[in-house]
């Protein structure tokens, strides 16, 4: 296999522990936020990605009612499955990159908003 081409044009940032995401499909799925930037965002969850529709609406909040993004819109870009095996475990994770689509102003300073007070300043960019 090639190497991989990143063509993301956004840096990426790890963000705080508590921060997480729903897909909106025809329920919620409940995804954590693995990285994040202005175009786009990769999140891990337990659901099936393969039943993770190509477009879809994604709200970003953190726990306790800090912040709270609603109906970003968003088109699934990727989606790979986690080795986690473990004892502990019986979950299959999924790990989904998400590309934005258009933000109206509200939602974009929302977002500039999150990136500043809950994502962190390491650039996970080449990782």
Same mark, same amino acid.
């Given at each position: ?24 499909? $025809?329920? @919620?799925? +409940? ?5 994040? !930037?202005?175009? #786009? ?6 659901? &099936? ?33 986690? $080795?986690? @095996?473990? +004892? ?5 994770? !999924?790990?989904? #990159? ?6 109206? &102003? ?22």
């Amino acid at each position: 296999m090639g190497q991989r081409i990143d063509r993301r044009t956004h840096r990426r940032f790890k963000v705080r522990e508590e921060s997480f995401a729903f897909i909106e499909n $025809d329920s @919620k799925i +409940l995804c954590k936020i693995k990285n994040i !930037s202005k175009g #786009g965002v990769s999140l891990v969850t337990i659901a &099936n990605a393969e039943h993770i529709p190509e477009f879809f609406d994604t709200d970003i909040f953190v726990t306790g009612r800090v912040f709270y993004l609603k109906d970003v819109p968003s088109k699934k870009v990727s989606e790979s499955y986690l $080795d986690t @095996k473990s +004892l502990f475990s019986t979950f299959v994770k !999924s790990r989904v #990159g998400i590309q934005f689509g258009d933000l109206d &102003n509200e939602q974009a300073s929302q977002l500039e908003t999150f990136l500043k007070n809950h994502a962190t300043i390491e650039d996970v960019s080449e990782l």
